[in-house]
Every structure is written in structure tokens, then in C-alpha cells.
């Protein structure tokens, strides 16, 4: 995998607003904050988004996400966050190596994150049968 702006974050190339970093994880604020105190938390190891991570990076990643959502959330009088995660360019994935989003929230009526719609009749049942199947 080739190295991203985020290696250089972590190698010290390059400055970043670091809050935390253990033998695996580091978070630092995003560049272009949704809401001020927006925290990237990031694997030390190079890996693409979810598609391709190991259970460990993964579980190291979130340990550091859970242990530092509450602490930027009281860091700028929040009331909640958003935990978001975008995998793949069709997704909005412009970094391509793993990170995850906390996105302090202090009302619901700031903005929306995403649509939503309803099912056609029977769409539901159908799509849940093709993930059960595609999970073997
Ligand atoms: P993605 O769309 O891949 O989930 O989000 C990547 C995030 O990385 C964006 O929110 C963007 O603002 C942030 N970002 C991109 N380049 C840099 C950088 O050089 N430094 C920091 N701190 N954040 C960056």
C-alpha cells in the first residue's frame, strides 16, 4: 500500500493537531473539521478501510475511538458525535488508509448527514437474503 498524508502524520513529516497516540492508534483533529474538535483516530499500520483490515488493527482502532469520543465531546461542550467511517471512493473515501470520524454534535438541527427513503414492497426481504447469502 503506498503511504498517505496520514503516514506522514504519523512519521512526524508533517504537522498535525495530535491529541493522542498509543503503540497502535493515533487521533488527531481534521484539517477541515464538520464541527470544531473533528478527531480522525487512525491505525499505525498501513491498511486501506475496512475491506481489508485485521480484527486486531480494527479492535485497536475502536478502543482508541470509544476511549477518546467522551473526552472530545466534553472538550467542546457536545452533546453527542457522530462515529463515521467512509470506505471506498464511492463512499466518499479521499484518504485511503483506515480512519474513523468523531464529529462532535451539540444539536441535532446543525445538519443532516445522510438521506433517507423507504423500501419498495418486498425490497427489504430481498436485499437481507442477498447479505445473508454473500456471508455464506
Ligand atoms: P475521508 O473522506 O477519507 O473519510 O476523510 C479524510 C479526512 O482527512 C477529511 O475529513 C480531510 O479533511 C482530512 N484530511 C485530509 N488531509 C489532511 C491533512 O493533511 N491533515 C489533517 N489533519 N486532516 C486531513
Known amino acids: 500500500m503506498e503511504d498517505t498524508i496520514f503516514t506522514k502524520i504519523i512519521r512526524r513529516e508533517i504537522p498535525a493537531h495530535i491529541v493522542y497516540e498509543d503503540e497502535g492508534t493515533i487521533a488527531f483533529?481534521?484539517?477541515k473539521p464538520a464541527t470544531p474538535g473533528h478527531t480522525l483516530v487512525v491505525?499505525?499500520?498501513q491498511v486501506r478501510n475496512i475491506f481489508?483490515?485485521?480484527?486486531?488493527?480494527l479492535a485497536a482502532v475502536m478502543r482508541t475511538v470509544r476511549k477518546i469520543a467522551p473526552a472530545?465531546?466534553?472538550a467542546v461542550g457536545a452533546h453527542g458525535a457522530h462515529i463515521n467511517s467512509n470506505?471506498?471512493?464511492?463512499?466518499?473515501?479521499?484518504?485511503?488508509?483506515l480512519h474513523f470520524h468523531i464529529i462532535p454534535r451539540h444539536d441535532r438541527s446543525e445538519f443532516s448527514f445522510w438521506p433517507q427513503?423507504?423500501?419498495?414492497p418486498g425490497d427489504a426481504a430481498a436485499i437481507a437474503l442477498k447479505i445473508r447469502q454473500a456471508l455464506g
Open 117 to 120: 427513503s423507504d423500501y419498495p
Open 29 to 31: 483533529l481534521d484539517a
Open 52 to 57: 481489508d483490515v485485521d480484527d486486531e488493527t
Open 87 to 97: 470506505h471506498e471512493a464511492a463512499a466518499g473515501q479521499i484518504v485511503f488508509h
Open 72 to 74: 472530545v465531546r466534553d
Open 43 to 45: 491505525p499505525k499500520k
